[in-house]
Structures are given as structure tokens and as C-alpha cells.
């Protein structure tokens, strides 16, 4: 019983550890583990590219937190927010995007 109970915590807190950032997050590299939940791997991006597919270029309705909806190889789909170029991954860059004065990173052409 007494040690029941000292490995049932450590047995909770197994699924936490494994989740970490083992999976990407929209705009991250799909990495071994494939994307976050309810994101799809695109393959045919540099590094590959976890996307969610979004409505309107220039809003942030559907997007998690710190993305917005932008233009991608003819797609739409949330992209990282950033500020320069430095802020995106390599083969990225941090363009404008149409109908708002913010940035996001996008494949460089």
C-alpha cells in the first residue's frame, strides 16, 4: 500500500513529461512526433511546417494566440506573428500581411 501510494504520483505525472513540446505548434517543424492536435503537417514547406487551415487573410479568428491568418504557397493558413525576420525559422521571413499592420513569417520565394 505504501508504496502504491508514493508511485501513483509519479505514474500521474508520466503523460505531462511526455508531452513537453514533442509536437509542433502552428508554424513549428513537424518534427518526429507530427504536429499539436487538430494541426496538419505540410511537408512540401522548407523544414516542413505544422498548419491550420484559417478563413480570412489578415484576422486572427480561428488562429491560436500569436498567429494570424496569412497567404501561404497559395493556401491559407495561421502563421507565427513576429517582428523581423530573426523571429521566424530559417527559409521564413517576416513579411506584412494584407489588411492589418502586422507581420507574420511566411516562406521566402
Known amino acids: 500500500m505504501r508504496l502504491t501510494r508514493m508511485l ?13 513540446d514533442s ?9 518526429d512526433e507530427g504536429c ?11 523544414g516542413t511546417f505544422c498548419a491550420q487551415d484559417c478563413t480570412e487573410e489578415g484576422a486572427g479568428g480561428g488562429c491560436p494566440e500569436d498567429t494570424l491568418c496569412t497567404r501561404q504557397l497559395d493556401s491559407l493558413m495561421c502563421s507565427p ?13 517576416c ?14 520565394l
Open 8 to 20: 501513483l504520483p509519479l505514474l500521474m505525472a508520466l503523460p505531462l513529461l511526455a508531452c513537453g
Open 23 to 31: 509536437t509542433g505548434g502552428v508554424g513549428e517543424s513537424c518534427g
Open 36 to 46: 499539436g492536435s487538430g494541426l496538419s503537417c505540410r511537408r512540401d514547406f522548407p
Open 81 to 93: 506573428v513576429c517582428d523581423s525576420s530573426s523571429d521566424c525559422r530559417e527559409s521564413y521571413a
Open 95 to 108: 513579411n506584412g500581411v494584407s489588411n492589418t499592420n502586422l507581420k507574420a513569417c511566411q516562406v521566402k
